[in-house]
Nanobody, 120 residues
Framework: QVQLVESGGGLVQAGGSLRLSCAAS?????????????MGWFRQAPGKEREFVAD????????RYADSVKGRFTISRDNAKNTVFLQMSSLKPEDTAVYYC????????WGQGTQVTVSS
């Protein structure tokens, strides 16, 4: 069983920055460890569907971003610390949401989320 704990959210003014962390522990049902699978960040705003933000391959060599965050957010990972990060800059009020990290495994695992609120 994989456990994910997100942290780093908070209240920030538009134009500000936050760095989210997602710490993983445990193994998948098939025995896979953190360093073997892709990780993603997703977010869900009130009244809206969950949306993709960014993901990063197991090695960190490949990353993808939603168009809405490209150039402002950076995803990274530290496999030695079983942690994935999301550096968010130039934040906008529309970035306000609960942010979740998720494993790209079957089944997938995700954490409880961390709230990000951007005031205008």
């Amino acid at each position: 069983q994989v456990q994910l704990v997100e942290s780093g959210g908070g209240l920030v003014q538009a134009g500000g920055s936050l760095r989210l962390s997602c710490a993983a522990s445990g193994r998948t049902g098939s025995g896979r460890t953190f360093s073997s699978y892709t990780m993603g960040w997703f977010r869900q705003a009130p009244g809206k569907e969950r949306e993709f933000v960014a993901d990063i391959s197991w090695s960190g060599g490949s990353t993808r971003y939603a168009d809405s965050v490209k150039g402002r957010f950076t995803i990274s990972r530290d496999n030695a610390k079983n942690t994935v990060f999301l550096q968010m800059s130039s934040l906008k009020p529309e970035d306000t949401a609960v942010y979740y990290c998720e494993t790209y495994t079957t089944p997938a695992y995700w954490g409880q989320g961390t709230q990000v609120t951007v005031s205008s």
